[in-house]
């Protein structure tokens, strides 16, 4: 931006001149035209010349990742970065670009490029306003203020009506099921709901904290977002089941399986994390969870023709991820989603999917991150999908459920994401895949 620019009042280009267009839009120096000509600049150019450049460094931080998407610098080894800002937000956000000569030439070289790269960062980021893009991090933690207290009835000790009146005597009012979303965000001070969506499932305003709340320590109720509730719920084996739960702790959704399972069947859960076995093992424990066999130990190790896991009918896996769906995170923490960590966590889940898939006895399998990242998402199951053949098919997952898979692939919006905006939960993502009756027993 140190360019010595200065302004002229008609659209025509000039060798040697450094004139910025009417119209907030670009005019730009044919390269090595010499050194320019100097034009007192007329005030409204002037003040156009000041918009350009400060909606320019408004936007930086969304023109920089623009622009390594695109990997215009590494095609256009001339292009100063600060020019190549001015150029792309003009070309995309600005009134069009209204230079000539060949920095016109360039900028439209890279327009489908461009272009596509911004309409990619807004499915990401779910937002279809280039405004919106600004402060996603804002945004998230707006919406995260949003998201209630949900809290899930442990079956396994207790039951909703006893809670219900538990709460009741602690001067907490019972509004009854909740008819929409929005009732959930209206609520406020000592009031709750039973959720619309899953039946065990208690809904308080956000600021609620019941972790000394006597139900709470002694594991007759989970304090446990409603999205992370989904997975479980989808899987649904029934009592006398044999259920893997592939990447298990610190447990949740396992103290869900098996009170779903009401303590019959077996349940076997893994995690290679030694620590987080450990609390997993209290947790179960607190939560009064029998039937179940947890072992430290990396899934991808676990033998499938092992006559153990012969019976296996249902797998729960929730692989490690980003995390980016997390509203409790720091804004600064979703940068450490690199290009190159996200490959390689979308590695491991594919590997850990198509693992999971190959159990002999296996119907249905549920896979779900607390990742906004396509990559960990529907690529993921769409590659593993496409490796397995026609052995395992993709069954639409609570259809009445408001948000949906994006579409990556056709057949991706049988799957269903979450987020604090359209459905008051942290971000998540679950898919169902189910064995098809003639499918083949290997991956292609
Ligand atoms: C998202 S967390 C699981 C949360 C858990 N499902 C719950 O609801 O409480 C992912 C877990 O996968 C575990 N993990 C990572 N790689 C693994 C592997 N190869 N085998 C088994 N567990 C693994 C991590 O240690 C972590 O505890």
Not at 120 to 128: A, D, E
Not at 181 to 209: M, R
Not at 301 to 328: A, E, F, N, Q, W
Not at 426 to 432: K, L
Request: net charge positive.
């Amino acid at each position: 931006m140190s360019s010595p620019w200065s302004c002229r009042k008609n659209h025509r280009s000039a060798r040697g001149v450094y004139p910025l267009s009417l119209a907030g839009g670009l005019w730009a120096p044919e390269p090595g035209a010499g050194p320019p000509a100097l034009i007192a600049p007329a005030p409204q150019h002037v003040r156009r010349l000041y918009a350009l450049v400060s909606e320019t460094l408004r936007y930086a931080s969304v023109l920089e990742k623009l622009l390594d998407g695109a990997a215009l610098l590494q095609a256009e080894k001339k292009l100063a970065p600060q020019l190549a800002k001015v150029l792309v937000y003009d070309l995309l956000f600005g009134k069009g670009l209204k230079c000539g000569g060949r920095w016109k030439a360039l900028a439209r070289r890279h327009r489908a490029r461009l272009e596509a790269e911004l309409a990619r960062m807004k499915v990401r980021h779910r937002v279809s306003r280039n405004e919106d893009l600004l402060a996603p991090e804002k945004a998230v933690s707006a919406a995260a203020s949003q998201v209630p207290r949900y809290v899930r009835v442990n079956t396994l000790k207790t039951c909703v009506d006893d809670v219900i009146d538990f709460f009741k005597r602690q001067g907490y009012a019972y509004l009854g099921k909740a008819a929409s979303v929005e009732e959930l965000k209206a609520l406020s001070g000592k009031k709750f709901l039973l959720d619309l969506h899953l039946p065990e499932l208690l809904v308080f305003p956000s600021q609620t904290d019941l972790h000394d709340n006597l139900l709470y320590t002694s594991g007759h109720i989970i304090l446990q977002d409603k999205a992370s509730c989904l997975p479980a719920f989808l899987l649904g084996p029934v009592a006398g089941s044999h259920v893997i739960d592939a990447c298990a702790a610190p447990g949740n959704k396992t103290s869900h399986l098996a009170a779903i399972l009401k303590n019959k069947g077996q349940i076997f859960a893994f995690d290679v994390d030694p620590k987080r076995v450990a609390t997993m093992n209290t947790l179960l424990t607190r939560a009064g969870v029998t039937g179940c066999q947890l072992a430290q130990q990396d899934f991808l190790t676990v033998d499938p023709r092992d006559p153990k896991y012969s019976r296996v009918t249902h797998i729960l896996l929730d692989p490690s991820c980003s995390g980016s769906g997390m509203v409790t995170r720091g804004p600064g923490e979703e940068a450490a989603s690199s290009a190159e960590r996200l490959q390689a966590l979308a590695g491991f889940q594919r590997r850990v999917l198509s693992h999971a898939l190959s159990f002999p006895a296996l119907q249905r399998l549920v896979y779900s991150t607390c990742s906004l990242h396509q990559e960990e998402n529907e690529d993921v199951v769409q590659a593993v999908l496409q490796e397995w053949g026609s052995a395992f098919r993709l069954v639409p997952a609570f259809p009445s459920w408001p948000c949906r898979g994006l579409t990556a692939f056709s057949g991706s919006e049988n799957c269903l994401r979450a987020s604090p905006a359209e459905t008051l939960t942290h971000g998540f993502f679950v898919a169902v895949l189910e064995r098809c009756k003639e499918g083949a027993a290997a991956p292609r």
